[in-house]
């Protein structure tokens, strides 16, 4: 009888074991496919949207070929994709490999100077921004920088190409600074 009571109680002891395993192997499946659905939410790149003003005719697509708008974007960071709108002149979307990169293009670009980008967030806008940024206060600026450099000299106007392209370079040196600390970390 106690070799029956024993074998009776390694089958409860296998079969509470076998419940524990199948238990936790539950919990990590549901783990994991949390885990995949957070990073799919995190994985939303960062969308902007660019306009600029351009008639219908206007063949040079008001000076913005998708050369020179990778050339202007390029220099705050990797620029996954950029699509020019053909039915809506004067329009693209870009697409930035990071939201820091995203950022900097919405806070600092203006565009060319005799036609200016208005640019907006399409997605992947992060929180911080949402409350400190109103979509139009980033526009409003720009248009009226146009018509402050048309009633300048050339003088003036060459000056203020130079302000621009140090302030792009302080940028591309900060955005350097701040990966290399990311790499460290």
């Known amino acids: 009888q106690i070799l029956r009571l024993r074998e009776e109680g390694s089958r409860q002891l296998e079969e509470q074991q076998r419940l524990i395993r199948e238990q936790i192997r539950l919990e990590r499946e549901q783990h994991i496919q949390g885990e995949k659905r957070n990073r799919a939410e995190d994985e939303i790149t960062p969308k902007l949207k660019l306009k600029w003003k351009c008639r219908k005719e206007d063949e040079t697509r008001g000076g913005y070929t998708k050369d020179v708008l990778l050339q202007i974007l390029q220099k705050y960071g990797d620029v996954l994709n950029l699509l020019i709108s053909s039915r809506k002149t004067g329009s693209a979307v870009v697409e930035f490999a990071s939201v820091k990169a995203a950022e900097m293009a919405v806070k600092n670009e203006v565009g ?31 248009t009226s920088q146009a018509s402050v450099v048309s009633e300048r000299d050339y003088e003036s ?29």
């Open 157 to 185: 106007l060459v000056m203020m190409r130079m302000r621009q392209a140090a302030e792009r370079q302080q940028l591309i040196e900060q955005l350097k600074r701040e990966e290399e600390e990311e790499s460290h970390t």
């Open 112 to 142: 060319l100077v005799n036609n200016p980008l208005k640019i907006s967030w399409l997605e992947g806008q992060p929180q911080s921004s949402h409350s400190t940024l109103l979509p139009d206060s980033t526009s409003q600026p720009r």
